[in-house]
């Protein structure tokens, strides 16, 4: 069974540098075309995606974040770690993580989609 | 970055109502689109991807339509279990995901 689970802080103090974990479960980073990806909800709004990992080592962010991020894995291949520096009060959010993976479909090339998800964690911004 | 937006932003209805969800995207994406259904307090769920394919294990009443820059989520025919809110992603700036901003399906 694939299973995803995100754990860190629920308290973070604003200019402090956030640390979150997703362990996983049933599946292994280690595997061509597999990829974890971070995404944020908070309160009452959208989500928003984050970063992704594959299972090369290559990373990608969020644009508009870019800065702050780093995304990394353990040499098991079975834990992802997201930092996100300077956090603020706007951070506030829950912090998912998902398997992401590639699929055949009638489309051509690639089609990666988040089909696991973690529970999330909550992640509360203040001073 | 594509820019997703839905319509509505919310609707109410009844258990047994046929409900009709649209997500446009700012530039075309071919059928780079996937829905997910989210519950109060609960992780999104993987309901469609490539537009139309649904994924294992959701029910029939569920279907997917469109291609290039329009979209569409429909329920057949609604049921308690589906009262959530829902929302497209688009894969075609893969890996630049981007969501809608989600349709709350609220009880009449």
């Known amino acids: 069974q694939v299973t995803l689970r995100e754990s860190g802080p629920a308290l973070v103090k604003p200019t402090q540098t956030l640390t979150l974990t997703c362990t996983l479960s049933g599946f292994s980073l280690n595997t061509s075309k597999m990829c974890v990806s971070w995404i944020r909800q908070p309160p009452g709004k959208a989500l928003e995606w984050l970063a992704r990992i594959d299972w090369d080592d290559e990373k990608y962010y969020n644009t508009s974040l870019k800065t702050r991020l780093t995304i990394s894995k353990d040499t098991s291949n079975t834990q992802v770690v997201l930092t996100m520096t300077n956090v603020d009060p706007v951070d506030t959010a829950t912090y998912y993580c998902a398997r992401t993976t590639s699929v055949p479909t009638h489309l051509p090339g690639y089609f990666y989609h988040m089909d696991v998800w973690g529970k999330g964690t909550t992640v509360t911004v203040s001073s | 970055d594509i820019q997703m937006t839905q319509s509505p932003s919310s609707l109410s209805v009844s258990v047994g109502d046929r409900v009709t969800i649209s997500c446009r995207a700012s530039?075309?994406?071919?059928?780079?689109l996937t829905w997910f259904q989210q519950k109060p307090g609960k992780a999104p769920k993987l309901l469609i991807y490539?537009?139309?394919t649904l994924q294992s294990g959701v029910p029939s009443r569920f279907s997917g339509s469109g291609s290039g820059t329009d979209f569409t989520l429909t329920i057949s025919s609604l049921q308690p279990e589906d009262f959530a809110t829902y929302y497209c992603?688009?894969?075609?700036?893969?890996?630049?995901?981007?969501f809608g901003g989600g349709t709350r399906v609220e009880f009449k």
């Open positions: 992603q688009q894969n075609y700036r893969t890996p630049l995901f981007t």
């Open positions: 530039q075309n994406i071919d059928g780079f």
């Open positions: 490539a537009a139309s």
